[in-house]
């Protein structure tokens, strides 16, 4: 029988969400699903809280957590930094992770082209009553990838659709394993559920001046978020006309 350690801390960023987790095998390296092995696997869930002028806090949990983890290695590194949805108070903190921690991998929930210019607005309708900037987040929801590369980090990403989502399913869309170095067996199994659906009370203030001021869909141009935008469609979409 494998002895396993998992610890996992809540760390206080108030109303919002970021824990951290490790797992160890005694007398064992892990291998995650990339074959790839450490003495420890450490994974993040979501990075954020909800008030946007203090985002302070959740620097100061971030770097207790970076603290924590130089005194195990000397660099810092989140194996699987997991988002849930991309509601501001989930995601703010991910800028800071990412300037801190080497991730070296980051699941994302699946979001069509259409999908993300609606988390997008709604980014911009939780955020409107502070006029924050809001282009990092922007870009992370919209592309990911390029988002971490401007961190000088190439991070491996891994989708998972909805529960409906049949036609973008792929290999690791329900479950991700790890095992040990001497058994491929799972030792661990993490399973993501993502339910997509928008808060149309949240959008309704922005939607209702998409047509006189559209005052951030300017900011649509500086990411790939782009494709097939046609403002005049979406508002008569969004509006329901």
Request: glycine letters at 4%.
């Amino acid at each position: 029988m494998v002895k396993l350690s998992h610890s996992r801390i809540q760390w206080a960023v108030g109303k919002g969400f970021f824990y951290s987790s490790t797992i160890r095998c005694p007398h064992h390296k892990i291998r995650d699903f990339n074959d790839d092995e450490t003495d420890e696997f450490v994974y993040v869930y979501d990075c954020g809280n909800e008030n946007p002028r203090n985002t302070e806090i959740v620097k100061r949990e971030i770097q207790e957590f970076l603290n924590m983890q130089k005194c195990v290695k000397p660099i810092p590194i989140i194996d699987m930094l997991v988002i849930s949805h991309f509601h501001a108070d989930h995601i703010n903190g991910v800028s800071e992770l990412f300037k801190c921690f080497d991730v070296k991998n980051l699941v994302v929930p699946h979001l069509k082209p259409n999908e993300k210019k609606l988390a997008v607005l709604e980014l911009c309708a939780e955020y409107e009553e502070y006029g924050s900037s809001i282009d990092a987040m922007i870009k992370f929801i919209s592309n990911p990838g390029e988002f971490s590369m401007d961190f000088d980090q190439k991070v491996n990403i891994i989708e998972f659709s909805d529960s409906d989502d049949n036609e973008n399913r792929s290999n690791h869309d329900e479950s991700l394993y790890i095992s040990h170095d001497c058994c491929r067996h799972p030792i661990w199994e993490f399973r993501f559920f993502y339910d997509n659906s928008i808060d149309h009370k949240i959008l309704s203030p922005i939607i209702s001046k998409l047509n006189k001021e559209l005052p951030r869909v300017d900011l649509f141009n500086s990411v790939d978020i782009k494709d097939n935008w046609d403002k005049e469609m979406w508002c008569r979409g969004l509006k329901g006309t």
